[in-house]
């Protein structure tokens, strides 16, 4: 179960204060703007492979999740997406298909998120082949579906049709196809957000002192305390 330190609270940032940001952004750093105030967010420990669980409006999926698993991360998560090379976050969304985004592109329609990462070693450019060989994967609740069905069938992952899938099957495709293995161990025939939450393979990202004010800012220093 994901804790404390590793859960952020988008809109909380505006009321916590934070330490104090100087130098250069970076290429491990990106500037937020949350409710008009410009935020730094240190995403250096956030590796190729690094999975992504965010909580938005979208409510029917943790619903759901909590009818197919008792998992205790099930109300939480409604979506899960990848990091990649260069900062470039992957997902597939609804009526978007597949995309890349930057992480503060990527954060500006989330109300919460938890970053994990992976336990096993990735190749970073291995990754970056299996998530464009996902590339041109269409969204699809009924692909999702059948998806399941064929698992349940016996059909081995690496046989599974390619071509249609929601965000948690995308992820655990392009894992599984960069890895030859599997990376939630649960034997469900479909995966959810919630199954990533809970997998022994990969390892909580402590965001705790992750975000800064811009130097100019006169709050005092104070690590951000993520929502509960």
Same mark, same amino acid.
């Given at each position: ?5 590793? =859960?952020?609270?988008?809109? !909380? ?12 952004? $970076?290429?491990?750093? /990106? ?5 008009? *105030? ?5 995403? $250096?420990?956030?590796?190729?492979? #690094?999975? =992504?669980?965010? *909580? ?13 698993? %008792?998992?205790?991360?099930? !109300? %939480? ?8 090379? $260069?900062?470039?976050?992957?997902? =597939? ?23 994990? !990462?992976? %336990? ?9 082949? #299996? ?19 064929? %698992?349940?069938? $016996? ?11 929601? /965000?948690?099957?995308?992820?655990? !495709? ?33 965001? #705790?002192? /992750? ?18």
């Amino acid at each position: 179960m994901l804790t404390k330190a590793s =859960i952020v609270d988008i809109h !909380r940032i505006v009321e916590t204060p934070l330490a104090k940001f100087e130098g250069d952004l $970076g290429k491990d750093h /990106c500037l937020l703007d949350i409710e008009y *105030r410009e935020v730094v967010f240190d995403f $250096g420990s956030v590796v190729p492979g #690094s999975i =992504i669980l965010t *909580r938005n409006n979208i409510s029917a999926v943790p619903k759901f999740q909590t009818l197919v698993t %008792r998992a205790s991360e099930a !109300r %939480r998560w409604s979506h899960v997406a990848i990091m990649g090379n $260069g900062g470039q976050v992957w997902d =597939i969304m609804p009526n978007k298909h597949v995309r890349t985004q930057t992480f503060d592109q990527f954060l500006k329609d989330v109300d919460s998120f938890a970053i994990r !990462r992976l %336990r096993l070693p990735v190749d970073s450019d291995v990754l970056e082949g #299996s998530l464009h060989k996902f590339s041109k994967a269409k969204y699809s609740v009924m692909g999702a579906v059948e998806l399941a069905t064929l %698992r349940k069938k $016996g059909v081995p992952v690496e046989n599974l049709p390619p071509e249609e899938l929601v /965000c948690s099957t995308f992820v655990n !495709r392009v894992l599984f196809d960069a890895l030859d293995t599997e990376v939630i161990e649960m034997n469900v025939p479909i995966i959810w957000p919630s199954h990533f939450a809970e997998s022994s393979l990969f390892e909580d990202v402590d965001l #705790s002192d /992750c975000f800064f004010f811009l130097a100019n800012n006169e709050v005092a220093s104070q690590d951000i305390q993520p929502s509960a």
